[in-house]
């Protein structure tokens, strides 16, 4: 479900929504799944922070570990992550113009399901390896 504030933020910047605000409530939801943190949460104290602005300022000076909720963690490969974190930072860019389009959403996120594939194959393998010794 769209938040209002992500749909609010998407409309701000040119007036009206259009599919290049759809591609940035979708990264907003991305950025979601990848922190399990809402559009708007609760900072130290009483601030409320924007998950968009933290997600792109600490994936910017740390590793993605630092923003990925932490069920996540060894459960899905980090390649993977990095690239949809990626896909998010750039569906949530602040220039319309240089959001991809929904159809260079999808073809990313096929990668990222590749990349997760190759890598649950090469878990799958080490395990078989180890029971075997």
């Not at 991809?100 to 990313?108: D, S």
Request: overall charge negative.
């Amino acid at each position: 479900m769209v938040r209002e504030g992500q749909r609010q933020r998407a409309y701000d910047t040119s007036k009206h929504l259009t599919k290049k605000s759809d591609v940035y409530s979708f990264g907003v939801v991305l950025f979601q799944l990848i922190t399990a943190k809402r559009a708007t949460f609760q900072g130290e104290g009483t601030e409320k922070i924007d998950l968009v602005d933290w997600a792109n300022h600490t994936i910017a000076l740390a590793p993605i570990e630092c923003v990925v909720d932490p069920k996540l963690e060894g459960v899905h490969d980090t390649d993977s992550l990095k690239k949809a974190a990626e896909i998010a930072r750039l569906c949530t860019s602040k220039k319309s113009e240089e959001r991809p389009t929904m159809c260079e959403v999808v073809a990313k996120l096929k990668d990222c399901l590749e990349i997760e594939a190759a890598a649950e194959r090469i878990r799958v393998l080490v395990n078989v390896e180890q029971q075997v010794e």
